[in-house]
C-alpha cells in the first residue's frame, strides 16, 4: 500500500492505543487530509475522522486524529470491547487527480 | 434514510464483463462525488474509480485503467461501474461510497456486492 500501517495492535480495556500511517509527501502532505475508517466484522467500512481530526456526528470523542508531516495517527482511549475491528487511513494523492489512496489496514485487538 | 444500495454483482469468466450499480437515496445525489472501492475477503480496501457530481471528471486506480468506466446518471440517483476484461485478481466486493461535501473522505457506504471472476 501506498499508505504504511502496522498490521496490528493491541490494548486492554481502559487503556489507550495509537495506530500510524505514513507515507510519501506527496499523498501525506499539507494540502493533503487523512481521513480514517473502522470496519467491524462483516460490515461496510465506517468513517470515524475526516480533515485530520474531526469526528463525524455519532462518533466518541475516544477516537482522535492527528497529522504531521508525511504521517498521522489514530488514537483510541478507555479502549472497549466494541473498539475491535480494523481501522484504516486514507488520503489522496496529489500526483494522480482525483486519486485516493488506502493503508493497509490495522487490525485492533482488545486484550 | 441516507442509504447507498449495490447490485449486479456475480460470476463472470475471466475476459468477461460486469456492470455494477449503485442507487442512492435520502440525499440529493447530484451534489456528491461518488466512488467505487473495493474489497477482496480478508484483505485491505482498495479505492477503484471516482467521478464528480456531473461525470465530467473521472479518476481510476492503474490496475483498472482501460477496463472499467464509471458513470453516472442523476435523473435516476444512480452510479454505474462498466467492468471489462475481466481478471481473477479484480475478485472482490465492491462497495458504493459517497464523498463528504468539500472533503476526501468517503461518509456513506454501501454494504457491496461481490464479482467472482472464475473459470
Known amino acids: 500500500s501506498v499508505l504504511t500501517q502496522p498490521p496490528s495492535v493491541s490494548g486492554a480495556p481502559g487503556q489507550r492505543v495509537t495506530i500510524s500511517c505514513t507515507g510519501s509527501?506527496?499523498?501525506?502532505?499539507?494540502?493533503?487530509?487523512v481521513h480514517w475508517y473502522q470496519q467491524l466484522p462483516g460490515a461496510a467500512p465506517k468513517l470515524l475522522i475526516f480533515g485530520n481530526n474531526s469526528r463525524p456526528s455519532g462518533v466518541p470523542d475516544r477516537f482522535s486524529g492527528s497529522k504531521s508531516v508525511a504521517s498521522a495517527s489514530l488514537a483510541i482511549t478507555g479502549l472497549q470491547a466494541e473498539d475491535e475491528a480494523d481501522y484504516y487511513c486514507?488520503?489522496?494523492?496529489?500526483?494522480?487527480?482525483?486519486?485516493?489512496?488506502f493503508g493497509g489496514g490495522t487490525k485492533l485487538t482488545v486484550l | 434514510e441516507v442509504q447507498l444500495v449495490e447490485s449486479g454483482g456475480g460470476v463472470v469468466r475471466p475476459g468477461g464483463s460486469l456492470r455494477l450499480s449503485c442507487t442512492a437515496s435520502?440525499?440529493?445525489?447530484?451534489?456528491?462525488?461518488m466512488n467505487w472501492v473495493r474489497q477482496v475477503p480478508g484483505k485491505g480496501l482498495e479505492w477503484v474509480s471516482g467521478i464528480s457530481w456531473n461525470g465530467e471528471s473521472t479518476a481510476y486506480v492503474d490496475s483498472v485503467k482501460g477496463r472499467f468506466t464509471i458513470s453516472r446518471d442523476n435523473a435516476r440517483n444512480s452510479l454505474y461501474l462498466q467492468m471489462n476484461s475481466l481478471r481473477a485478481e479484480d475478485t472482490a466486493l465492491y462497495h458504493c461510497a459517497r464523498d463528504g461535501l468539500g472533503s476526501t473522505s468517503m461518509d456513506v457506504w454501501g454494504k457491496g456486492t461481490t464479482v467472482t471472476v472464475s473459470s
Open positions: 509527501s506527496y499523498i501525506i502532505g499539507p494540502a493533503n487530509d
Open positions: 486514507q488520503s489522496y494523492d496529489s500526483t494522480l487527480s482525483g486519486s485516493k489512496v
Open positions: 435520502g440525499f440529493t445525489f447530484d451534489d456528491y462525488v
